[in-house]
């Protein structure tokens, strides 16, 4: 009986009559064509037409999840990332610039990429798809999804990225250059040469 009654309760009332809800605190949205004119301005130089660049030690910023954009750019402000190119220009941004770039970068279709070595892409593949299970190494699908798409909004688009940035950013999150993730620090700390070099090739022409 007890039960019963427990279950028949009644569904939450909806709006009563008369009343309207809470107007939603305005974020201020962000502006695509204020972003673009921004990237145009400066970014492009290094990081290509529509953040698809074609410098392979500069990383491809089209398709990536907005908010992982913000986040790198106000870190790069703030100095948690470190990295003397790009503490430079993001200190020019404000918060606005900040989100109007990355929002227009995520809105623009990544060029794909390709792997280069066919030995070393198999073992990559192992890594990214199973992780390595005898050195509790986790697999980046987990996090960074089997396409690589990644998860918004925390865990960033992997695929089609060149290569060398990808092994650059591992060998930082490895010898602590890079810590403004420690669940990166974690995962790279365990990854030898070859094994960060055979992943970032996979992720290279993963799509
Ligand atoms: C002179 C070349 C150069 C210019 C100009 C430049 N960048 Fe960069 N950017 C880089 C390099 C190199 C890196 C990789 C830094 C590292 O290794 O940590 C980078 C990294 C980034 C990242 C991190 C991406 C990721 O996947 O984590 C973002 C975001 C970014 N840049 C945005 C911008 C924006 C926005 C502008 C314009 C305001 C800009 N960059 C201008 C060279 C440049
Ligand atoms: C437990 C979750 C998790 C796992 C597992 C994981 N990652 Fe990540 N990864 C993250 C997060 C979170 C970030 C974003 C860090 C930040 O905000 O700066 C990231 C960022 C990265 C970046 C930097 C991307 C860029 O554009 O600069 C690379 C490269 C990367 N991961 C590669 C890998 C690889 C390769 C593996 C597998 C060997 C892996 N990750 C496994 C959570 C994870």
Known sequence: MLMAAALAAPALPA?????????????AKPDL??????????CVACH???????IPVNPKLSQQHPEYLVKQLQEFKSGKRSNAIMTGFASMLTDEDMKNI???????????????????VAL???IYRGGIADRQIAAC??????NG?????????????????TVSQLNM???????????????AAKLNDREIKAVADYIAGLR
Not at 154 to 163: E, F, I, N, T, V
């Open 15 to 27: 709006f009563s009559a008369g009343e309207t809800p809470a107007a939603p605190t305005k974020a």
């Open 33 to 42: 064509v204020k972003g673009e004119a921004s990237y145009a301005a400066v």
């Open 48 to 54: 290509g037409a529509d953040g698809n660049s074609a």
């Open 102 to 120: 990355s929002y227009w970068a995520a809105s623009k279709p990544a060029t794909p990429g390709t792997s280069t070595d066919k030995a070393l």
């Open 124 to 126: 990559g593949e192992r």
């Open 141 to 146: 699908a987990g996090c960074h999804s089997p």
């Open 149 to 165: 798409a990644g998860i918004p909004s925390q865990y960033p688009r992997l695929s089609g990225q060149h290569a060398d940035y």
């Open 173 to 187: 999150f490895r010898d602590g250059s890079r810590a403004n993730s420690l669940q990166m620090t974690q995962v």
